[in-house]
């Protein structure tokens, strides 16, 4: 049995064979990062001192470009890394001006190696000599699952520099989860097909009854390019059960065979039915959750709380026009007013900030989860964005950002605590954007859209608020 193939090894043979640059391909964040450690430790694989000063020199041109934060950079755990060994580490752990700094080095060919996840390969455009595949499935929310044809195609994809490579090599380096027969399996197989990410979402259906009726929805729904996919399974489905059917002729009613045929048309025609409803069925919880929240009257046509939800386009926008309508977001402070959006902006399984406690009382807490169950009762849908929880700790991260003097103090609290910078960054973006939505309610709550831009633009200060042109 290989074991892990260790990264310096990897990085000496592709030098040696003029295999470089390379992207690495790992399944988790946790291993680019124990990479770079793991480089840091074998000194002969130092670049030299004046490619090492291309670095830096080109790391100096990029934040006069960008007018990024250079001590925000030089602070960074592993820039003394990027600089010796011109390699980096790109994960969704990181902070966008570092991830961006990666891809420009990489770009400008001054890395030999780039350590990432696979959703660097769809996700961005620079490619390599090299891509190395280090596992042939990944995490998914029921455990790993074996990689898609277009999951492998896209890290692939990366390997060969248009006008400097006349070739690229895809190469799997050997170890427990990298079965290179597996890997050839998958890179056999068709591509997935086509499917619709839409569903009706409250958002989407409020701001559509804006100007369409509710027949008008159910006739784009029914016509959907989900609506079509549904349809054609259904169909197949059905013929399927057709060719059961067929089955029955001549058995007597009383055999075992008989029964169990019947059993599995009746399932397959239940399923087909199903589908052919699929589309129309989520269409009426959406309409039924807005009635009884009361954005829709009972024709279906908006109501003066359902007008101004309509101006929220965002994915917690039941939980925003509850807080709203129950005056729980009224005569508060902007630090409270942003941790009250913070806490329901976080991901459950994320770790946060825990030094302290919420500005929010927890009273308060109490009748903004209230509000949340509130909406899960009225509102089951089983492929909605996000499972929406009032999370205390994301709370807490975005009121200590606002409070923090610069990035660098917030960051040293972060890494105290184990919370990724990304992780971070990506809540207080998502915060900043929920506030956005509630600054548009400057004609029926103009005291709230006020405060939430202001809240708003407490959070976007460098390094959140650069933004590449």
Known sequence: MYTDYPVSKILRQLDRDNLLPAIIFRSARKQCDQDLTQLTKKSYLQIKPEHQRDIENRIEELVVK????????KNHDQYKTLIHFAAGAHHAGQLLTWRLLLEELMTSGLLRM?????????????????????????RGHLGFNTLASSEFQQMSGRAGRRGKDAVGFCLVAPNPYADARVISEVDKSPPEPLRSAYFASPSSILNLLKYRSIEDLKFIVKNSLGGFVDQTEAKKIIEEADKEELKLVGLPENDANHKRIVKKVRRLKRNAEELINKQMTELEITLLALKNLGHLDQNGSLTEKGTWTAELCTSIVLELAEFTEDFLLSDCSTLELVGIIASIAGDAHRSYLRIKNTVVKKEKLEALAKRVQLVKDLYQVKNFEREIEVLPDAASTVETWVQASSWAEFSSLLKLSGVTEGDAARLITQTADHLQQLSRLGATHYE??????????????????????
């Open 114 to 138: 780039l350590i990432a996840t696979g959703t660097v390969a769809a996700g961005v455009d620079f490619p390599a000599r090299t891509v190395v595949v280090t596992a042939h499935s990944k």
């Open 66 to 73: 960008y007018s990024w934060d250079f001590e925000i950079l």
């Open 448 to 469: 709230l859209a006020q405060q939430a831009k202001e809240a708003r633009d407490l959070l976007l200060r460098p390094p959140l608020s650069e933004v590449i042109l």
